[in-house]
């Protein structure tokens, strides 16, 4: 996202742009990457609020909440776009508001990677979790990426 500090993330939070619901899609090879044809839209205040009760000292991907909106609303997978996006925008929200954050750190990609478009980047991820009790690690040599070590062993369940 650009621009982040003249954008109303709050206001994009509550809009649903009628979703919640499911689509189904056509596209052969698509159904064969997600493994079906029922996809489900969550709407971005969805997120905010499981993205809400991941506890200190636990930690959540994106996937495991995509899989949680699947299986809950009787579809086959949930859209990776709109997760990825509503994720930042539940991250963004929280920091501009004053109380009632969302600990938004505690969400990461795939694989325990931290995520460089919440506010602040990896560094206040890292700061973040780190202050949680979690080892931030760092990979790679020229395209440099940050994990959570060994987050499986912290992963929230939903379920």
């Known amino acids: 996202m650009a621009n982040e500090q003249s954008k109303d993330f709050n206001a994009m939070l509550h809009n649903s742009k009628d979703m919640p ?8 090879k698509s159904i064969e990457k997600y493994g079906g044809e029922r996809m489900y839209f969550a709407p971005p205040i969805d997120y905010d609020r499981v ?14 909440i995509r899989d949680y ?7 086959d997978f949930t859209d990776p776009i709109t997760a990825g996006i509503f994720v930042s925008i539940a991250a963004w929200a929280s ?11 505690r969400t990461l990609k795939a694989g325990g990677e931290l ?12 700061e973040k979790l780190e202050a949680e009790g979690h080892i931030v690690i760092q990979r790679g040599r020229s395209n440099i990426r940050y994990y959570a070590k060994d987050y499986q062993d912290s992963l929230y369940c939903l379920f």
């Open 21 to 28: 619901k499911v689509q189904r899609i056509t596209d052969e």
């Open 95 to 105: 920091e501009q508001r004053d109380n009632d954050k969302t600990p938004y750190w």
């Open 115 to 126: 995520n460089p478009k919440y506010p602040g980047g990896v560094e206040v991820q890292k």
């Open 51 to 64: 993205m809400k009760t991941v506890p200190l000292g636990k930690v959540i991907t994106v996937g495991q």
């Open 69 to 75: 909106f699947a299986k809950t609303n009787n579809a």
